[in-house]
């Protein structure tokens, strides 16, 4: 049965970056999750390069797409909100998803993230 969403949160995300931010960024989030091959996977890398531009890996990217992909970010403060997509992705029926979204909130201040996922 495949799932309408899915949510998760993780209590901390660790960020892995110089003192100064001209190098880029990384976040390595350890995410609670209910079913570890789940749609949200255990494990997010938000990966943030020295213009400011994020992108995602994670175990459903690396699967359907191989790289990391692009998402599109909204700071207000010390929160962010940033969503990305992965499209002809399949369930594990063998149904074709579209375009599948993934919408994200990190607060940068405590490190802690939520993910939400959607077909």
Known sequence: MML???????????????????????????????EPNGWV???????FDAAGKLQVID????HFVGKPVPAKVRRRGASMRFNW????????TG???PDFRYDGKLDTA???ISVFARP
Do not use: N, W
């Open 4 to 34: 309408r969403s899915v949510l998760a949160v993780c209590s901390l995300c660790v960020s892995v970056a110089a003192p100064t931010h001209a190098a880029g960024l990384f976040y390595d989030c350890t995410m609670d999750v209910d």
């Open 41 to 47: 996977s255990p494990k997010v890398g938000l990966v």
């Open 59 to 62: 175990a459903p990217v690396l």
């Open 85 to 92: 997509s992965i499209r002809e992705m399949q369930d594990s």
């Open 95 to 97: 149904r074709r998803i």
């Open 110 to 112: 405590t490190g802690a």
